[in-house]
């Protein structure tokens, strides 16, 4: 049975930084491609960033360019997600999520295509 756990939300003012974690469990990790979605109330959810299994190539939605970062550790089967200069547009419940094939930068985007995902976790930006 597959587990994705994240941790790390919280609330944190404008300007401020926090590090999301995703612990999967159930899944040969490293065969897996990973990405973060967000959902704030009343919207869809959307892409965030992505990594493929080697963590060799990155992706990004454009709104968190240059101030989110993800990163993995295959050893420790966890992704992460360090978040700076947070705005309180970040506001959402941020989700992990996992998937087998990623080819294309549409894959990377497509909430549908992902196998696998965890609970999430809670980010609140107060302005």
């Known amino acids: 049975q597959v587990h994705l756990v994240e941790v790390g939300g919280g609330l944190v003012q404008a300007g401020g930084s926090l590090r999301l974690s995703c612990a999967a469990s159930?899944?040969?990790?490293?065969?897996?491609?990973m990405g973060w979605f967000h959902q704030a109330p009343g919207k869809e959810r959307e892409f965030v960033a992505a990594i493929t299994w080697s963590g060799g190539r990155t992706y990004y939605a454009e709104a968190v360019q240059g101030r989110f970062t993800i990163s993995r550790d295959n050893a420790k089967n966890t992704v992460f997600l360090q978040m700076n200069s947070l705005e309180p547009e970040d506001t959402a419940v941020y989700y992990c999520?996992?998937?087998?094939?990623?080819?294309?930068?549409?894959?990377?985007?497509?909430?549908?295509?992902?196998?696998?995902w965890g609970q999430g976790t809670q980010v609140t930006v107060s302005s």
């Open positions: 999520a996992a998937r087998r094939f990623l080819l294309t930068n549409a894959d990377a985007e497509e909430a549908v295509g992902y196998d696998y």
């Open positions: 159930g899944l040969t990790f490293s065969s897996y491609n």
